[in-house]
C-alpha cells in the first residue's frame, strides 16, 4: 500500500491523512494512481475514520472505529491498533506479504 500525499502538505500530519474530504474527492484522487495507493478521511456521513483503497478498477471504502479501549480498528477486523499510525504499518505490512 502507498499513501496519496496531501499536495498542500505542511508537515503536520502524515501525508496519508486528508482531514475532511468526501468519498467522491478520494476517489479522484485516488483514480488518478495505482492500484495499492490509500488515504484515510474523516468519514463524511459516520463520526470516525474511513480507509479509502485503491484496487483495480475501482476504490474500496474501510470505516476505522475508536473502540472504548482507545485503540482503532477496521470494522469488521478483529485487530486493534493502538493508533492511526501503527494501523496503517499493519495494512501496508499485510498488503506487502500478500504481494510476495
Not at 474530504?21 to 463520526?47: K, N, P
Not at 491498533?81 to 500478500?98: A, F, I
Request: charged fraction near 25%; charge should be positive; hydrophobic fraction near 35%.
Amino acid at each position: 500500500m502507498k499513501s496519496v500525499k496531501k499536495p498542500d502538505d505542511s508537515g503536520s500530519f502524515a501525508d496519508w491523512f486528508h482531514g475532511i474530504i468526501t468519498r467522491i474527492q478520494s476517489e479522484e484522487l485516488l483514480m488518478q494512481t495505482s492500484v495499492g495507493h490509500f488515504l484515510i478521511r474523516v468519514g463524511e456521513s459516520r463520526f470516525g475514520y474511513t480507509l479509502s483503497f485503491r484496487v483495480v478498477d475501482r476504490c474500496r471504502h474501510y470505516m476505522i472505529d475508536l473502540l472504548p479501549n482507545g485503540k482503532f480498528h477496521v470494522v469488521g477486523e478483529t485487530k486493534a491498533h493502538r493508533n492511526l499510525h501503527q494501523l496503517v504499518k499493519y495494512y501496508q505490512k499485510v498488503s506487502q506479504e500478500m504481494r510476495s
